[in-house]
């Protein structure tokens, strides 16, 4: 037998971002956002800390844009190989559902 009844649960209702505050919710409703974190582990400077970030579509690409600046400026002498304008964390692309592709 089923009994149905009303139940208070909690769910997330938005993320803003860590950066802007801004809210990562679109016009369709849905939550675009993405996450850096780190786990830091034994032997490490910052052992036993974990960071968790939630950045906006903007932000996170801003912050890519940092990371290929830092990469370009720390192997400006040394004849890196890879590309400085380069797909930076790049896993893959059309992955639409995030099945891989
Ligand atoms: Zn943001």
């Known amino acids: 037998m089923k009994i149905i009844g009303r139940v208070e649960s909690e769910a997330i ?5 860590d950066v802007c505050n801004e809210s990562t919710r679109l016009e369709n409703g849905n939550l675009q956002y993405e996450t850096l974190e780190a786990h830091w582990g034994y ?13 906006c579509e903007r932000c996170f690409f801003n912050t890519l844009a940092y990371l290929k600046q830092a990469r370009r400026t720390l192997h400006l002498f040394d004849g890196d190989p890879r590309s400085p304008e380069g797909d930076l964390g790049l896993v893959t692309r059309n992955d639409l559902f995030r099945d891989g592709g």
């Open 13 to 17: 209702t938005d993320v803003r971002c």
């Open 43 to 55: 032997g490490s400077a910052h052992d036993g800390k974990r960071y968790e970030a939630h950045l």
